[in-house]
């Protein structure tokens, strides 16, 4: 009740509230619904222009700063509109390191021809700090028949022959990728992206950018085998399998297994001729059929057998008349002739 007398009460200023809300709502609807038939008229007269994206200034950049991804940012703009020299995101790597000519303000778009300092003479400065460049050789066909350029990421392949087992002299060859997703850093004496078409490109070598450890690898591969460089779409930075391929896994056939190593034949001892009248014996032979014989007959070995001789003859004769008969017996017996 204390509510509706207030209301009574001030009637002219409630109304006059509501009436200000209403036409607050009934503007902004209004806006909205202008806006959204001024640009369905704008799509209608004018059609959709493609966007590129392009290099622009981050910040105004005074003269003589180095290109980085600090001073540079990405800007969509019409496909007709941008210069011929812009730098597209896709080399935009080849440039690192560079200086500006002249200032540019920011959004300004970069150009090519508006740097210097990208190359051979300052290449130094196109390295980051902790990476190393190395130079790889290459012939056309692993250069991509000229094709490739700076700033294009590569993976490396290896191939090389692997010793295998002594009893298999013909070492097979496996291929298997050794370093992924490197990033060119020269071609030849090239180190700015692009080239004219009407022109052959040819080079030798690529420097490429790696770590002090994959440097030392690259070094040991150019060593023991061949190298084989396959390009990257800049925006694939996925791995790939690591896992070797040699003519077996490329046939889908079954590795062949090394035979087995045949056993030396035994060792024989000397052969010992004894008295002329038997076969050749073997020495562990002679010496089992002498421990039988002296066992058998202690007698032979006996010294007291020599006590009533003189001499030095007469103390050898008694056994050696003793012992020749009673061996000669034993060696015949069977067990112990071979």
């Known amino acids: 009740m204390k509510i509706l007398n207030m209301a009574a009460r001030h009637r002219n200023l409630v109304l006059f509230v509501a009436a200000l809300a209403l036409g607050v709502a009934a503007a902004i609807g209004a806006r909205g619904y202008i806006s959204a038939q001024v640009a369905i008229e704008r799509e209608r007269i004018l059609p959709r222009q493609q966007q590129v994206s392009v290099v622009v200034a981050k910040r105004d950049l005074a003269a003589g700063e180095a290109v980085s991804e600090e001073t540079m940012a990405l800007r969509q703009i019409p496909a007709d509109l941008v210069p011929g020299s812009a730098v597209l995101p896709e080399r935009f790597e080849g440039y ?73 002299p013909l070492a097979q060859e496996v291929t298997r990728p ?105 020495a562990a032979q002679t010496s089992s059929a002498l421990a039988t014989a002296t066992q058998a007959a202690p007698g032979l070995m006996n010294p007291t057998d020599t006590k009533t001789a003189s001499g030095p003859s007469a103390q050898l004769k008694p056994s050696a008349q003793k012992s020749e008969p009673q061996a000669e017996s034993l060696l015949r017996r069977p067990g112990v002739n071979p």
């Open 178 to 282: 050794l370093m992924q997703d490197l990033r060119v850093l020269a071609t030849g004496r090239q180190v700015r992206p692009g080239h004219d078409e009407r022109t052959q490109r040819s080079f030798t070598t690529i420097t490429v950018e790696v770590s002090p450890v994959q440097a030392q690898k690259l070094v040991v591969a150019q060593r023991i085998g061949k190298l084989t460089a396959t390009l990257r779409n800049p925006l694939d930075r996925g791995a790939i399998d690591p896992r070797p391929m040699d003519v077996y896994g490329l046939l889908g056939l079954a590795p062949a297994s090394a035979p087995a190593p045949q056993a030396a034949p035994p060792m024989r001892g000397p052969e010992i001729l004894i008295g002329g009248q038997r076969p050749l014996l073997s």
């Open 96 to 168: 690192l390191g560079a200086n500006l000519t002249h200032a540019m303000r920011a959004g300004e778009p970069l150009l090519a021809n508006a740097l210097q300092g990208a190359d051979a003479s300052t290449f130094s400065a196109k390295v980051k700090a902790g990476i190393r460049a190395i130079t790889v050789a290459v012939d056309e066909v692993n250069s991509l028949s000229g094709m490739l350029q700076p700033g294009d990421r590569i993976d490396l392949l290896l191939s090389v022959r692997v010793p295998g087992p002594a009893a298999m």
